[in-house]
């Protein structure tokens, strides 16, 4: 079953087997977005539960158990993740801890982007009663930094006192956001960004012929560089960057009317890249996610300071934190475009 990981996580995998014989009760897997991450502690999950795994510590994959977990049905296994997340992946078939949450937020207007307390408080009933197989129980969590505080502090109790012969395994793109507690009760288990040659190289295998455009676009992730690629915004992309390349007051109302429909985060993503290579090429002569843009990006940092980019980009990512309930699409994506057009008056 070794096809299930990427190129790129052999040696990740080699680690994972140094510490199998001594696995601690918590696990934190974290690293850049758009790494395989999750893949990877599944791959994991399914190895720890497998009955017969192979010498190099992968799943059998014909054994109850691998038949189980591949029809989301192991009594011995949990995913906890947003229930956005369900809502988003509407290919996957939910495990029964997530039928349960879903059936629970069904009067929800749009389900929660947080991992709730209801859905840590779940899992005790599943963690007081013998395992099914004698053997582990497995919990998946992702992403970590998705605990809210009273969810946080609920797993934080049983990762004090863990349930014996359970293995959490905590997934997380930004560690800096889970609490102090938390990362110091869990072993930690850095995932690097790929090589770029062997990024590259898989994204080929993967029929993408302009590999090199979308892994700088995404910093080098291959999964995050296929995913954009095989999205539906390359028109919407095409007129935000130029949008931002020659920066009009008089145009910037006319974009946010086509664009008001495309989810504001995608846009401040967008955005944030193009500030941060922004203040790159002022700063060192550098651009690392718009390469194809060099030109119009050295005449912009030459009309503006190296203080008031610093500012536009705290302001960016302030404004992530706002972006999920905007009262009004348009008149946040106006108010973020005749923003940036002033940096360069």
């Known amino acids: 079953m070794s096809d299930l990981l990427y190129p790129w996580q052999a040696n990740d995998w080699q680690r994972w087997q140094q510490m199998r014989e001594r696995m601690p009760h918590a696990l934190l897997i ?20 497998c009955e017969s ?28 993740r947003p229930e956005a997340l369900d809502a988003e992946d509407e290919d996957d078939t939910p495990s029964e801890s997530e039928e349960t949450s879903t059936k629970k937020s069904a009067s929800s207007k749009t389900p929660s982007r947080d991992i709730r307390i209801e859905q840590i408080r779940s899992l005790a009933s599943f963690m007081n009663v013998s395992t099914h197989r004698a053997g582990r129980r497995v919990i998946l969590l992702y992403p970590a930094e ?4 009273p969810s946080a502090n609920a797993l934080l109790k049983t990762l004090e006192e863990p349930p014996p012969d359970t293995v959490f395994l905590l997934v997380s793109d930004r560690i800096d956001r889970l609490l102090p507690t938390i990362r110091s009760r869990c072993r930690q288990f850095a995932m690097a960004m790929p090589d770029a040659a062997a990024a590259h190289d898989w994204l080929k295998t993967q029929g993408l012929d302009d590999a090199q455009r979308w892994l700088a676009e995404q910093g080098g992730a291959p999964l995050a560089a296929l995913e954009a690629s095989q999205g539906e ?17 008089a145009s910037a109302l006319s974009v946010a009317d086509r664009l008001q429909k495309i989810a504001l985060s995608q846009l401040l ?50 404004r992530r934190a706002v972006s999920e309930h905007p009262l009004s699409a348009k008149l946040f994506i106006e108010d973020m475009l005749l923003e940036y057009a002033e940096l360069f008056r």
């Open 269 to 318: 993503a967008w955005q944030q890249r193009w500030l941060y290579d922004l203040l790159a090429i002022k700063l060192a002569a550098r651009v690392r996610y718009y390469p194809e843009h060099r030109s119009s990006l050295a005449a912009l940092a030459a009309r503006v300071t190296v203080d008031r980019l610093q500012k536009a980009v705290r302001d960016a990512a302030s």
């Open 30 to 49: 974290h690293g850049p977005n758009g790494i395989g991450k999750v893949d990877f502690a599944e791959h994991a999950a399914r190895s720890l539960l």
């Open 146 to 149: 998705a605990l809210n505080a």
């Open 53 to 80: 795994p192979s010498i190099d510590g992968h799943a059998c994959g014909t054994c109850a158990s691998c038949g189980w977990f591949e029809q989301y049905s192991h009594p011995d296994y949990r995913r906890v």
């Open 233 to 249: 915004f390359a028109e919407a992309q095409h007129d935000w960057l130029s949008q931002l390349a020659k920066p009009d007051l």
